[in-house]
């Protein structure tokens, strides 16, 4: 499968059609999605019509900046007529009767709709293993998860089912599934990129971004992404610049912040490794490693695990079988219909969130949890923004997953020990910072190591700056499983 850029190529010399592209894509799909589980929903027909009306466009040289280009969507975008679930029996046969502001920009500029991509339950989970429609497995090793929750979008794009994906990122969900299947994920900074029509998981925390083969197909889909949106209050109004034309900066005497933090007990030697040999690639190049602290990494497991479940009990107290989504049959009163839609339409690691996120919020316990995880949130922020200034810092950069890809099953007995395979990614969302996923090598199992770059608030262009400047001097990004029919 082409990367985005070959493919738009492609397209403009009419090497290939729009038509064309989205069959190769839809036979993909048939054929190795039994396989896979990568998608929820598959939308054949109609991206086909779209397909077909962007050929037509594309001969009267009406082409927008993805003309034709057949994409993926993680399925918690509401996407106007097509089935969103957000992976839940409580969604299952949810249509919405809108579009998400991401979904909206990605059709104008010309993108093919494929279908929407398995996930996590309502974006919680580090394995894909909590989708009440199946776990995905691992196009590298399909006795493995892909990483979690946008692990849909990550196995769509590494086994060549689609040209590029959405995903979304609360505490890494875009980044740790990227490394675990070899492609780039990038998380932009917080309100660079609408979550109007995103549902919601953690409000202050999610972020849409782009799931690519490489870093220059990621610029050019968040240059169609990014920008305000009067739609959400978060949304930054701030001029975009131009990602693309920013890849190509010589980043000689650029300089590199790596926090010892991250390269203590719990990183796999393997992974180590080629992260160091990353690190020599980045000195060939001309670049300054600097050696830094981020002092209360230490605390992001148990703030994040605060504060993200906290929202998340909000957010998910609209469920009730009143207004939409799952309704359980004949209840006897309105606490039955509460009690029992939600315990039959949430799954096992959505209650145990929701529950958390109740008791956090409770009297008397509001001010020794929730705002406490506030104030250290606030800490982990300033941790960042002094590392920055005090450093002259242009990027950050750190593994993405303390291992690669871990067995189905391995880790669902242990919530502690699924919540860990986000310690390197959670502190970015915290701290609201752009930061990006890309592949640096394989273990000797032969799965996909990446390590992760950081950037400083609103400054998504460094970040794949430096990302390009990595790929051009190295080809981990365009090796691909082997996965065949």
Known sequence: ???????????????VSSVELTRAC????????????????VDADRALQTAAASDQARARGEVGPLAGIPMAIKDLFCTEGLRTTCASRMLENFIPPYESTVTARLRAAGAVILGKTNMDEFAMGSSNETSYFGPVRNPWDTSRTPGGSSGGSAAAVAAGLCVAAIGTDTGGSIRQPAAMTGITGLKPTYGRVSRFGMIAFASSLDQAGPMTRDIRDAAMLLQVMAGHDPLDSTSIDTPV???VAALDRPVREWRIGVPEEYFSTGLHPEARAAIETALEVYRGLGAVIVPVSLPYTQHAIPTYYIIAPAEASSNLARYDGIRFG?????????????????????GPEVKRRIMLGTYVLSSGYYDAYYRKAQRVRRLIADDF???????DLSVILTPTAPESAFQLGEKNQDPVSMYLSDIFTINVNLAGLPALSLPCGFDAAGLPIGFQLIGRPLDESAILTMGHAYQQASDWHTVTPGISP
Not at 26 to 41: H, K, P, V, Y
């Open 326 to 346: 799952h309704r359980c049959d004949q209840p006897k009163d309105l606490k039955d219909l509460y009690a029992r839609t939600r315990a039959e339409g949430f």
């Open 26 to 41: 839809l036979t993909r799909i048939e054929q190795l999605d039994s396989t896979l589980n990568a998608f929820i929903t």
């Open 1 to 15: 499968m082409p990367t985005l850029a070959q493919a738009a190529r492609a397209l403009a010399v009419r090497e």
């Open 241 to 243: 610049p131009d990602y």
């Open 385 to 391: 923004s002094r590392a920055f200034r005090d450093h």
